[in-house]
């Protein structure tokens, strides 16, 4: 016998209207598990319950065998079933299965002792699972309500995966702060937007907990295991683990010396962390790691192997800043992160038949087209079931709050090695059942194993060196900072920060002192370069001083679209600022936003009413908080640390009248040196320059020689179609890349390089360009385009690891020039290095110093100046910056 859940009652009660909604609905045949830490915990519900049945006048069973207290309120009538779970298995569940076939339909509630006493009377877990795989079908064909506790965290998979799989609603019980949340786990055959997300139970009112600041401090204040390490897994991975945890606890016993733990703390650190005792990371993982840090980490792993650069470098800078300034760890959102260990990238390549080929084609000619094959198999590979599963329990503890799935590789984040967007990032929206929300987190990890074959990736690791070196991928799976706006989620800002700013557009601007720069909702808007919009860059010891001037030019270099997960479309998408502001309620405005009141008078003398004048310039934020400051000191401690400048990635989140900063990323800023100035060449004939530049100019102040000049016709460039644009993009990574090789190549075109928009530049990829020593943007593709190298942003960083100057050119401004007519003028030497594409000179000019009839190409650059300057000479020496 068994119901369609269609015909069956859904006006059923838990005897709490509110949870009832967020559930949408008790049916007749639910059987529904609460798992908690202690029976207490249970006790408000089991009374709600049996009050209902009372009220209702429903008919109430009650199985008693636990030696806990009885469950059901004094006074309140009942059936009880005084039952001996000692007498044996067969024995006790034919009793149960009796008492309901005797009381039959119409809709019986039931009402369980702990369902942990059983497994205890039959020393067995798993035949507690074989009791609820029995009882809980029969009483669904009843048609009953069952209500059951467990036990958190003191059976095995034998048990909790038999009930799990078996109930229709299984929920997470959890007290913090002498309050009751509720995490619903499973709901069967229902679903809403907040299903799955923690819930708050105060009085009458059962209300979704919607904040990440709030979330993750709540589930990182309940101690528990949250990855399944249970006695079925007693590898050496865990055994190392175990007796690590033994050792702490003895110590914090005060049975142990402090100084027996020094042997498990190493250990664990070349485990989890890094095994290169020669690296500096090594040092400051030894330098900052207690003990007690690891066995977290631990927790919170899915496999075994390194967590990777990514993970190391955002645990080392919160424990950089907790460890040494505990002012400002107060500051700090609690991160609940959960890390995916590089063996179990190992195992997918194995278990996908992958690995062999990943082996041989290091070292074979045809790479890219391996690679290419291979991309393809592992997006459509198998996980083992072991992983599976504690992918499940992840998305269990992070419920219906969004997660982003982010790369860690062994060499990302390093020193001298950044990797800065060459493997994928990927946001889940976390929407659906259990089972969607599973197939999109499995689809998220393929996406970033197969990003490990990227073009540019091992584009990348050739030109570093880097392409025999071990690259595994482990994953670090973060809760997106935010809140929930409506259908929208996203924090209130997002940004990048460095330690030390190579962008000192004002001499009064002291580079040491950092820079930021900062978006309205999800961060990628900072570190994905977006040629069709501007963010705010913050110069931290001069924070409202801007580059832009008048407030028509801060409107129009202003952040215009925001980066959202839309719940509704379950994706990361982009979203006009107005609209995404008209959708959400108790925003901060005042923080992130100031009025343009120029345009709200041209409104009203134009006779316009509501007028959107909202412009995002984070003023309230830099002047009216401490962030500013906080934030620099942030950076500076960390870099002090590392003895290096950093860089690093967060968002804030205001509540309560405060804000909070969730440090997300930490690596080093491979920018070297310091800004200084440079004496500039005098007496340059004004006939030969090449161009100049009043800024931007960022890099470091140089005077050198330049052997190649590689120059796009920026009005024979604007006449392609988009098709040829991208043609000739391959086009000038042949010239960049050809063997005979330039050491200095000062590479100009018109608008963005490497934007994905042709018709606002020049869409090269980095391996394209990667030769080149000074990139120069001319602002001629329309007139709203600012040459703008969007610091922050993974393409800046690329800049930075080559270590290319970057030097911007407005035309028409004061201290800017284009010298168009020398830069055609001097012989093109396209047709002699690829000859088939002598008819393409008109739009592409390649000038070499060896056809220059003994004249020399200089450039000359001051960082604090902002100014630089590219000229043919006479000369054969200038002033050299030493």
Same mark, same amino acid.
């Given at each position: ?204 009112? #059962? ?31 865990? !055994? ?31 485990? #989890? ?143 001298? !090695? ?352 990667? !030769? ?111």
């Amino acid at each position: 016998m068994r119901t369609n859940h269609m015909a069956k009652r859904k006006d059923l009660s838990s005897g709490i209207p509110a949870l009832d909604r967020v559930l949408e609905g008790v049916w007749a045949g639910d059987n529904i598990v609460l798992q908690v830490d202690d029976i207490a915990d249970f006790l408000p519900f089991a009374h709600r319950y049996c009050e209902y049945t009372h009220t209702a006048g429903r008919k109430l069973v009650y199985f008693r065998f636990a030696d806990h207290e009885p469950l059901l309120p004094e006074g309140l009538p009942a059936e009880i079933h005084a039952l001996d779970p000692s007498a044996g298995f067969e024995g006790f569940i034919a009793e149960v299965l009796t008492v309901i076939d005797r009381n039959g339909h119409d809709a019986v509630y039931y009402l369980f002792d702990s369902l942990s006493g059983l497994a205890v009377d039959w020393y067995s877990d798993r035949m507690l699972g074989n009791f609820f795989r029995l009882t809980c079908p029969y009483l669904f064909d009843y048609d009953t309500v069952a209500l059951f506790p467990l036990l958190r965290n003191v059976h095995t998979p034998l048990a909790t995966r038999a009930i799990h799989t078996t109930a229709q609603v299984v929920l997470d019980i959890f007290r913090h702060d002498n309050e009751l949340y509720i995490l619903p786990l499973k709901v069967w055959e229902r679903r809403s937007p907040t299903m799955y997300m923690l819930h708050s139970w105060r009085g009458d009112e #059962v209300r979704p907990v919607t904040q990440s600041v709030e979330l993750a401090e709540i589930r990182t204040s309940i101690a528990q295991p949250w990855i399944d390490t249970s006695i079925e897994w007693q590898d050496p991975w865990t !055994n190392a683990f175990a007796e690590a945890r033994a050792v702490q606890q003895r110590i914090d016993a005060g049975e142990a010396d402090p100084a027996e733990a020094e042997p498990h703390r190493l250990r664990l650190i070349r485990m #989890v962390l890094s095994r290169d005792e020669t690296d500096d990371v090594f040092g400051l993982c030894v330098d900052h790691f207690e003990l007690r840090d690891l066995l977290d980490i631990g927790k919170r792993m899915v496999g075994t192997g390194q967590i990777g650069g990514k993970s190391v470098g955002m645990l080392l800078a919160r424990k950089i800043i907790t460890g040494t300034r505990p002012d400002l760890a107060k500051r700090l959102e609690v991160h609940d992160s959960f890390y995916v260990g590089a063996d179990v990238f190992y195992s997918y390549l194995v278990l996908n038949d992958c690995w062999w080929e990943r082996y041989h084609m290091r070292t074979a000619d045809d790479l890219f087209e391996r690679a290419e094959a291979l991309e393809a198999r592992l997006r459509t590979g198998t996980m083992p079931p072991v992983v599976l599963d504690q992918f499940r329990q992840i998305l269990e503890y992070f419920g219906q709050s969004p997660v982003i799935v982010r790369s860690s590789s062994l060499l990302e984040d390093a020193y001298g !090695n950044s990797f800065s967007g060459k493997y994928e990032s990927v946001f889940c929206g976390n929407q659906g059942n259990p089972e969607e929300r599973l197939a999109d987190f499995i689809e998220a990890v393929r996406t970033i194993y197969a990003s490990t074959m990227s073009q540019e990736a091992l584009a990348y690791r050739l030109h570093r060196g880097l392409i025999h070196r071990d690259e595994q991928m482990a994953l670090l799976v973060q809760r997106v900072s935010g809140d929930f706006h409506g259908s929208q989620y996203y924090p209130h800002v997002g940004g990048v920060g460095y330690s030390f700013n190579p962008y000192a557009w004002d001499t009064r601007i002291d580079p040491k002192q950092g820079m930021l720069r900062l978006v309205f909702g999800l961060g990628t808007r900072a570190v994905d370069r977006h040629d069709d919009d501007y963010t705010r860059v913050v110069a931290l010891d001069q924070p409202t001083l801007r580059p832009e001037g008048s407030s028509d030019e801060v409107r129009k270099y202003s952040q215009h679209i925001v980066n959202v997960i839309d719940l509704a479309e379950n994706a990361h998408v982009s979203r006009d600022f107005e609209q995404v502001v008209s959708a959400s309620d108790d925003l901060p405005l005042a923080m992130v936003a100031s009025r343009d009141t120029a345009l709200e008078q041209r409104a009203r003398e134009a006779g316009m009413r509501d007028v959107f004048s909202q412009v995002l310039t984070f003023d309230g934020m830099l002047t009216q908080t401490a962030f500013p400051h906080e934030m620099r000191e942030m950076m500076a401690t960390i870099a002090g640390a590392y003895r290096h400048p950093v860089d690093i990635e967060f968002t804030v989140n205001f509540t309560n009248g405060d804000y909070r900063v969730n440090l997300l990323q930490c690596r080093p800023f491979h920018f070297t040196g310091e800004l200084t100035h440079l004496p500039a060449p005098a007496d340059i004939p004004p006939a030969t320059i090449l161009l100049t530049s009043g800024g931007p100019v960022i890099g470091q102040s140089v005077a050198t020689e330049i052997d190649r000049v590689v120059y796009v016709v920026p009005e024979e460039y604007g006449m392609l179609p988009t098709q040829e644009r991208f043609a000739l993009a391959a086009l000038v990574g042949r010239v960049m890349n050809h063997p005979e090789r330039a050491e200095h190549i000062a590479l100009i075109g018109p608008g963005r390089w490497g934007t994905c928009m042709p018709e606002l530049g020049v869409p090269a990829t980095l391996s394209q360009i990667r !030769n080149a020593a000074v990139l120069c943007e001319v602002a001629e593709m329309h007139g709203g385009l600012s040459p703008d190298l969007s610091l922050g942003t993974h393409f800046f960083n690329d800049l930075v690891d080559l270590g290319i100057l970057y030097v911007g050119i407005k035309p028409g401004a004061r201290d800017s020039l284009l010298n168009a007519d020398l830069l055609q003028g001097l012989p093109n030497a396209l047709g002699r290095l690829l000859p088939a594409e002598a008819d393409r000179g008109d739009l592409l000019r390649v000038i070499d110093v060896a056809d220059l009839d003994g004249r020399s190409m200089w450039l000359w650059s001051d960082a604090l100046e902002q100014r630089a300057v590219l000229f043919v000479s006479d000369r054969c020496e200038i002033v050299r910056c030493d």
